[in-house]
């Protein structure tokens, strides 16, 4: 009886935590944040200036692969959206940035290690390999700062620009810990900015205003005591880059990732097996140089071989004589100096 009082407890807990609105797989937003997919959400978004990077952005969306791969998400993001090149391509001739190339293609993967999540200054070394990224920690600047690039973006919708955003997500959702996001559009009636978040499994985009979402900027990261904040990338003039951003100290040395580890097995297996099949070649090729020659000089003394066996046997086609037939043994053949012996017939 009482077994069966603990399950109807485990049956009643979940549907008294929906009923409380503590169920955590329905999105909590802080105050003033709203849903994209509302119908306020939805005027926000046809109300805001169509530029083009806001469908770009859209349409580019990544999904994060894991839990701290919010950051490495973000970038794919933004560089699929702006068409940043050289990229990979992984499929065929198409260029298609991903979380698992990312850090290869740029060259920072001995430098970064996503597998904790990355600081903003890490995205914006990354970053800085292929675009110009230009980091501003929230603590060292207003609102205004935030406002007036975003106005550059999504307003004046000038260059091929974009930005990601660093922000602790419980002031924006009420609960956890530092993310990143890219924004992807400003609605200046409301002053908000729409968060295209990474982890599309829990949140779709949602608006946040402004002041808040500075605030959630304005937090300390642990991991380097300084402030998070947002990133602005710009690929309007790829050629002439400035050099890349020096390694943020609080990045992991000697991270080798197992898509390098991988290529370097490839790499060794193809040369262990190239190897081996130009031995062979090789090797069949003396083979067949090494017959051939002993052909010739074979063919050449054929003909001193089969007279001296005729003249020896005195019969033709090397017959058998009475006498040897008699003894069960071949008689000896005589060969002449020189000449090259050819195994002939086993003796009858």
Not at 24 to 52: F, H, K, M, N
Not at 269 to 286: E, H, I
Not at 313 to 320: F, S, T
Request: proline share 7%.
């Amino acid at each position: 009886m009482a077994r069966c009082r603990g399950c109807m407890a485990l049956l009643i807990l979940p549907l008294l935590a929906v009923a409380a609105g503590d169920d955590p797989w329905i999105p909590q937003y802080g105050e003033g944040v709203l849903p994209l997919d509302s119908p306020e959400g939805d005027a926000r978004l046809r109300e805001a200036v169509p530029c083009t990077v806001t469908g770009a952005l859209i349409g580019s969306l990544a999904t994060q692969i894991t839990q701290s791969y919010c950051g490495l998400a973000s970038l794919c993001t933004i560089f699929n959206a702006l068409d940043v090149v050289p990229g990979p391509a992984l499929f065929n001739r198409y260029e298609f940035w991903t979380q698992d190339t990312l850090l290869a293609e740029t060259g920072t993967e001995d430098d970064v290690n996503p597998r904790y999540g990355v600081t903003l200054d890490e995205l914006a070394y990354v970053a800085s390999r292929r675009v110009r990224a230009t980091a501003y920690h929230a603590g060292n600047h207003s609102i205004d700062t935030l406002r007036s690039a975003v106005r550059d973006v999504f307003s004046d919708c000038a260059g091929r620009k974009a930005i990601t955003c660093n922000f602790r997500r419980a002031e924006v959702t009420v609960s956890g810990g530092g993310h990143h996001s890219p924004l992807g559009a400003f609605h200046s009636a409301t002053d908000s900015v729409l968060v295209l978040d990474t982890s599309r499994y829990k949140f779709p985009p949602y608006w946040v205003p402004l002041a808040l979402l500075h605030k959630a900027m304005d937090t300390i990261d642990s991991s380097t005591s300084n402030t998070r904040g947002w990133l602005l990338i710009d690929a309007s003039d790829p050629v002439n880059l400035p050099p890349s951003l020096p390694r943020p100290p609080s990045a992991v040395i000697g991270f080798v990732s197992s898509e390098a580890l991988a290529s370097a097995a490839l790499l060794a297996a193809g040369m262990v097996v190239g190897c081996t099949c130009a031995c062979g070649l090789r090797l069949a090729a003396d083979r067949r140089q090494r017959h051939a020659s002993s052909a010739s000089a074979l063919d050449g003394d054929r003909d001193t071989f089969e007279l001296a066996k005729r003249d020896s046997l005195g019969r033709e086609d090397g017959a058998v004589s009475s006498e040897a037939a008699g003894t069960g043994t071949r008689p000896p053949v005589a060969v002449s100096q020189g000449s090259v012996f050819l195994p002939g017939p086993a003796a009858v």
